[in-house]
């Protein structure tokens, strides 16, 4: 089962995919993915966290989250189009110590932090 991700508007932006790894776009493109509960970018960068169904930056603050997780009610998800290929991976950088988590709003959009995992 694929799992929507909602930005801090409840606007849906990205979605998990069934391998439960891999983060779409709503363009079908593939843009970042999940090892154990860190978030990667294709090109090997640590672009955050992944826990208990939030998204959280690099320093700990919250970006996005699924919808049994979000604090406000979220839009309806539009129709998703055929998944692109996924990039090959670029070794990852050595993980980042995990800060506390904080459920304060990031700096960054849940779309900018996902765009930054595929810019190279």
Known sequence: METTLYNQHGK??????EDRETVYSWNGRALAYIWEDK???WNGRQ???YDNGTIFDIF????????KKSPIPTQMEPMKPVKGMKPVKTPR???VSK?????G???KTLEELLE????M
Do not use: N
Request: aromatic share 18%; proline share 6%; hydrophobic share 50%.
């Open 12 to 17: 849906p932006v990205a979605y998990i995919a």
């Open 39 to 41: 978030v990667y970018g």
């Open 47 to 49: 672009l955050g966290w």
């Open 60 to 67: 700990g603050m919250r970006s996005g989250f699924i919808r």
């Open 93 to 95: 950088q050595e993980a």
């Open 99 to 103: 800060p506390m988590l904080i459920y």
């Open 105 to 107: 709003y990031s700096a």
């Open 116 to 119: 930054d995992g595929a810019a």
